[in-house]
């Protein structure tokens, strides 16, 4: 069992930077891959970022790249969305969450543990 809890959200003006933070507990974090994904209203949860536990490789959805970085530190048991040139389409509820596959996996249901989300808002 792993506890995920988020951090880092709020509210910012298009073209703006936010670090958000995930910090897990309970079983050795770096057993875990780790992604990213959001949510805005009336929209599927989406993918947009996974570091793996093995070989140290990530993965981005094409809409982020280039603007965002995942990247973690197993010592503190957190991972980090590091989002720059924020845009209004970014606006969603993230979430992390962890697998134990052992790539930077795309798909929500290879995920076992979920954080509660934080939400980001980006005004125009």
């Known amino acids: 069992q792993v506890q995920l809890v988020e951090s880092g959200g709020g509210l910012v003006q298009a073209g703006g930077s936010l670090r958000l933070s995930c910090a897990a507990s309970?079983?050795?974090?770096?057993?875990?891959?780790m992604g990213w994904f959001r949510q805005a209203p009336g929209k599927e949860r989406e993918f947009v970022a996974a570091?793996?536990?093995?070989?140290?490789?990530?993965a981005y959805a094409d809409s982020v790249k280039g603007r965002f970085t995942i990247s973690r530190d197993n010592a503190k048991n957190t991972v980090y969305l590091q989002m720059n040139s924020l845009k209004a389409e970014d606006t969603a509820v993230y979430y992390c969450?962890?697998?134990?596959?052992?790539?930077?996996?795309?798909?929500?249901?290879?995920?076992?543990?979920w954080g509660q989300g934080t939400q980001v808002t980006v005004s125009s």
């Open positions: 309970g079983r050795t974090f770096s057993s875990y891959s």
């Open positions: 969450a962890a697998t134990m596959t052992y790539y930077s996996s795309r798909y929500p249901s290879q995920y076992d543990y």
């Open positions: 570091f793996s536990r093995i070989g140290g490789s990530t």
